[in-house]
């Protein structure tokens, strides 16, 4: 195994809860070549003291303060003052396994173009998990797989065939670089997919890990996606314009027009994100929220032009309240979600 550098950027803001169990995982990992960069951006507790104090500690840890920007403004700065070969994303919440680097570096080959994916674990603060896994089955697919086989399933469907997040890979440097304009910190939910959608697309060799979840995520119910914000219609509105924009660079003539379809697909399904938010945390509007989004002139064109494969349950009732949108759909949508977060 060549001995890659590999930069690991980890964003921090008011972590200091998580922060130590985070930077101590990543000080334990059994690969050496390796540069940990903690950008902190603007920490209100004691997050950036702490960042501090592991850089004095130990020579791979650089630590670096910014004004608040946002996650997305937090990681670009990462990506600036790397000097990585290999960029790898950890959410300073999260934690993850000492094995996880040297075992995913085994799989690089000095590409400019390749991405190593492995797996992760969702964490509850009660002590249960749940393994994830891709659903792109284990193995190496490179540039003609990646165009005939990974790159048409990326879009568009309920369970991600690859995982859009950042976190858990291992990206050549190129690939970053070269797509992270599509990144704009103004959109904080699925981010992630304006930076890993047109990296896959270009990436030229994928290596899909055979079931190691080495990250492991930290289910938190005070972020956005699991309370109810205002923001996240808009949110989504920019992220799915962002998307368009994408496959608008990326593609031309009928493969073009196939992405597009695929980015209406999968405008249906962040829109059930948002009506999931509404119905589980919004006690006093929701009804009338819901039912203004599924009555707007954008979504009923959204739905009325764009079939989608639903099998899971709890989507199949999200969908039925955006095609039918009335008081009993969403009194049905409403209690669904009390009853599921009280056994949750």
């Known amino acids: 195994m060549?001995?890659?550098?590999?930069?690991?950027?980890?964003?921090?803001?008011n972590?200091?809860?998580?922060?130590?169990?985070?930077?101590?995982?990543?000080?334990?990992?059994?690969?050496?070549?390796?540069?940990?960069?903690?950008?902190?951006?603007?920490?209100?507790?004691?997050?950036?003291?702490?960042?501090?104090?592991?850089?004095?500690?130990d020579a791979r840890i650089r630590t670096v303060h910014k004004e608040n920007g946002g996650l997305v403004s937090a990681w670009k700065k990462g990506v600036e003052v790397s000097s990585g070969q290999y960029l790898g994303f950890v959410d300073s919440d999260d934690w993850v396994d000492p094995d996880m680097v040297e075992e995913m570096a085994e799989h690089l080959t000095g590409g400019e173009w390749e991405i190593v994916a492995s797996d992760y674990v969702?964490?509850?603060?009660?002590?249960?998990?749940?393994?994830?896994?891709?659903?792109?089955?284990?193995?190496?697919?490179?540039?003609?797989?990646?165009?005939?086989?990974?790159v048409p399933n990326l879009l568009g469907r309920e369970n991600r065939y690859v995982a859009m997040s950042r976190c858990m890979k291992l990206i050549s440097r190129t690939l970053i670089e070269e797509n992270q304009k599509y990144s704009d910190p103004a959109i904080v939910v699925g981010e992630d997919s304006t930076i890993m959608l047109p990296a896959l697309i270009d990436c030229k060799r994928l290596f899909v890990m055979d079931h190691k979840a080495y990250y492991h995520y930290r289910y938190i119910k005070e972020s956005m996606v699991h309370k109810s914000d205002s923001r996240l219609y808009g949110n989504i509105q920019m992220l799915v314009k962002r998307v368009q924009q994408i496959v608008k660079d990326k593609f031309s003539g009928e493969e073009q027009s196939q992405r597009l379809k695929q980015v209406d697909q999968e405008a249906v399904f962040w829109m059930m994100l948002v009506l999931k938010n509404e119905a589980r945390g919004n006690k006093k509007g929701y009804r009338r929220n819901i039912l203004d989004i599924c009555n707007s002139a954008e979504v009923r064109k959204l739905i009325k032009n764009t079939p989608v494969d639903i099998?899971?349950?709890?989507?199949?009732l999200l969908y039925l309240v955006m095609k039918y949108p009335n008081h009993l759909t969403v009194s049905l949508l409403r209690g669904a979600m009390i009853w599921y977060y009280r056994k949750h």
């Not at 985070?22 to 950008?39: A, G, K, P």
């Not at 099998?311 to 199949?316: I, M």
């Open 2 to 13: 060549k001995d890659y550098k590999i930069s690991i950027i980890v964003p921090v803001y």
């Open 15 to 57: 972590a200091e809860k998580y922060l130590k169990k985070c930077v101590d995982s990543l000080l334990d990992q059994t690969y050496r070549n390796l540069e940990i960069l903690l950008i902190d951006d603007g920490s209100k507790d004691a997050g950036g003291k702490i960042c501090d104090g592991y850089a004095k500690k």
């Open 311 to 316: 099998r899971q349950n709890a989507n199949k």
């Open 122 to 150: 969702l964490e509850r603060d009660d002590g249960s998990k749940r393994f994830v896994w891709q659903e792109l089955p284990p193995g190496e697919y490179l540039e003609r797989e990646m165009k005939e086989t990974v």
